[in-house]
């Protein structure tokens, strides 16, 4: 693609980040005066994180719900684990950014049971 600076061949990584801001987003709404405009700016941002394909933290249930319609899917063959603010979340996108990779539905899973994460 000339002149936008990307390789040939590499993926959209904003797709991996665009969550954070989104919730960046409504979080600042929330000091904005309560006027029809800020509000339907809200849903807007709520109904674009609906419909992501990527979540850093927990999926919508319905969207969940969906997921779990489709069968069982295979479990990750690796996870990546560390403390807070020691890099994973930049190391994750890096990750799920190579061709060889799937990205899972959601970075952060929060069940200890491995049957749950098929839905991810």
């Known amino acids: 693609m000339r002149g936008h600076g990307r390789q040939a061949g590499s993926r959209d990584d904003h797709r991996y980040t665009e969550c954070y801001d989104i919730d960046t ?6 000091f904005e005066p309560n006027s029809p405009l800020v509000r339907a700016r809200r849903m807007a941002l709520v109904a674009r994180w609906y ?4 979540y850093w933290g927990y999926p919508p249930p319905g969207r969940m719900w969906l997921r779990k319609l489709g069968g069982d899917r295979v479990l990750p063959d690796f996870a990546c684990v560390g403390s807070i603010k020691s890099g994973t979340s930049d190391l994750a996108t890096n990750l799920f950014s190579h061709p060889s990779i799937v990205p899972p539905f959601a970075k952060e899973v929060f069940n200890t049971d491995p049957e749950v994460w098929r839905a991810y």
Not at 25 to 30: C, G, V
Not at 51 to 54: D, E, I, S, Y
């Open 51 to 54: 419909g992501l394909k990527h």
């Open 25 to 30: 987003q409504l979080r600042m709404l929330r």
